[in-house]
């Protein structure tokens, strides 16, 4: 278990408490499911090249109002990703792999009328990567890690039949993590990642 994992780990309790806390001293509640297909920037490496392409996610959020209009938001959800190997390697192939996500952050709502709602905000997206799953005649890899990032978020919605929302989110986050690969049919490298995921979602939801 790296490092990171560790702090997340005995992390999770505190802010669990935390957001339970505020909760009981809420002023509003929001549901929302956010559907998105996202990009990362293609990593070029003396190892392989990785392409992702295809890449989807799922997160159901809920967000805890005060009066001010602050939102306390904590989401969870799983991230689907499909990318391509080639460059340096000598067997080039397709992969796929699911990686769970968390979500922390801390949203400004401004209503524009009785039916806009703007929110800038920031958050902490926390993944537990998954099994890459490779097309081709090659055994399934590894990556085993837990992460965190740091992003930002820009979202708007639409109110109507009084308490369901609709709306559209973008947001970038910065990521750093590993990816397994093949270099040959027998050997394994590991390819570094520092850059930005941008992430275009559409959201449905209600507030309570």
């Not at 339970?20 to 990009?39: D, E, M, R």
């Not at 602050?70 to 080039?92: E, F, H, K, P, Q």
């Not at 986050?173 to 930005?196: A, C, M, W």
Request: proline letters at 2%; a positive charge.
């Amino acid at each position: 278990m790296t490092m990171t994992s560790k702090i997340i780990r005995h992390s999770l309790p505190m802010l669990m408490i935390l957001f339970s806390v505020v909760a009981l001293q809420a002023q509003g509640l929001g549901l929302t499911a956010n559907f998105s297909k996202f990009n990362i920037d293609r990593i070029q490496s003396e190892v392989a090249d990785i392409d992702y392409a295809g890449s989807t996610s799922l997160v159901l959020n809920a967000r805890i109002f005060t009066k001010k209009n602050w939102a306390w938001r904590i989401g969870a959800g799983v991230d689907n990703l499909s990318y391509t190997v080639g460059g340096g390697v000598s067997t080039d192939y397709q992969a796929r792999r699911k990686d769970l996500k968390a979500v922390i952050g801390l949203e400004k709502h401004f209503m524009l009328g009785n039916w806009i709602d703007l929110y800038p905000g920031v958050y902490v997206p926390i993944t537990v990567t998954g099994e890459d799953v490779i097309d081709a005649n090659l055994n399934n890899l590894r990556n085993g890690d837990t992460r965190a990032g740091m992003g930002v978020v820009l979202g708007a919605n639409i109110g109507f039949l009084k308490i369901l929302r609709v709306g559209v989110e973008f947001d970038a986050t910065f990521d750093n993590f590993r990816n397994t690969v093949y270099e040959s049919v027998e050997t394994t490298s590991v390819v570094p990642f520092k850059g930005l995921k941008r992430n275009t979602s559409i959201t449905l939801g209600v507030r309570l």
